[in-house]
């Protein structure tokens, strides 16, 4: 098979006498191959009812979060709220970040074979799960996000502070979770993830980490201890997660995004490195008097 890379430039070249083929086009050509690197593995696209797992913090625990939809899907109106006990609570700042096993939680936002830019809403009271806009219209992926997709609670990156090495600042969302594993998970879903890796993307100028996990109950969860398990076990996910996002926002015109550190997957020490920095981060905004953020003080 062809890299899926290659496949994307050779179809942006191919002019022979016809009109240019359209960055929509170019990112469907890689959606397929992506998707043919993926679908030997025989995973299963159909969703699942949520499945929380328990794991006390104060006065509640994971098990008791359920979650209720007011609103209308595929409107401006829907919102996924977060409730133990019918009491609304946000699912960046009450979910925990650490299991008790030594993992992390995930919030997933959008399940694997979708195209509805969910996420939660960073600025609204209790943080409620809804679909993103852009230029007044609900937002779609051109084609659908091959993994679940979400966050972990209680992180930030923080627009404020530069990294370092890459010399940008962070995109003042909670830190991106890519989960490889085989089941969809439902929206709105909390899972206990094994942290494998994590890629630099850059972003419209800003630093927004993509945390590459598996969730513990998968399969593959115990044959997978670090990000070199998974080139070796699961060719060509890396790679294609690194091409998705690279090109999902060219079909409306924006350029490619980029990767730091040579492009390479960081190895799960320095992912996890990052999600404590992050999280020191997100403790320092919740102290904090003005961000603009809901933070529930």
């Known amino acids: 098979l062809k890299s899926s890379r290659n496949m994307a430039l050779d179809a942006a070249k191919t002019r022979c006498g016809r009109r240019p083929v359209s960055r929509t086009h170019t990112f469907r050509l890689l959606l397929v191959a992506v998707l043919g690197l993926l679908v030997p593995r025989n995973q299963s696209w159909l969703g699942s009812r949520v499945r929380l797992r328990a794991v006390p913090r104060r006065a509640f625990a994971v098990a008791d979060i ?38 992390h939680w995930m919030v997933t936002e959008i399940p694997k074979m979708t195209k509805s830019k969910m996420e939660i809403a960073t600025k609204e009271e209790s943080n409620p ?95 997978l201890g670090d990000i070199a398990d998974v080139e070796t076990k699961l060719p060509g996910v ?38 404590e920095e992050t999280h020191e981060y997100w403790q320092q905004l919740r102290n904090s008097a003005e961000s603009g953020l809901w933070t529930g003080k």
């Open 129 to 223: 799960i809804a679909q993103d806009k852009k230029k007044g219209k609900l937002r779609e992926y051109h084609g659908p996000i091959f993994w679940n997709y979400g966050y972990l609670p209680q992180t930030w990156e923080d627009p404020n502070i530069e990294h370092p090495e890459l010399k940008v600042m962070g995109d003042n969302d909670p830190v991106d979770v890519v989960e490889i594993g085989s089941r969809a998970h439902g929206e709105g879903e909390i899972q206990e993830v094994k942290v494998l890796g994590a890629l630099g993307m850059i972003d419209d100028g800003e630093l927004d980490w993509k945390i590459i996990a598996i969730s513990k109950s998968d399969e593959m969860a115990d044959e």
């Open 66 to 103: 359920t979650t209720e939809v007011r609103g209308e899907e595929g409107t401006e109106s829907y919102r996924r709220f977060f409730l133990n006990k019918k009491q609304e609570l946000s699912p960046w700042h009450d979910v925990p970040l650490r299991t008790e096993a030594g993992e």
């Open 238 to 275: 890396i790679s294609g997660i690194r091409e998705w996002f690279r090109w999902y926002k060219t079909p409306d015109g924006k350029p490619l995004n980029s990767f730091g550190f040579d492009e390479a997957p960081l190895d799960r020490a320095a992912a996890l490195k990052v999600i």
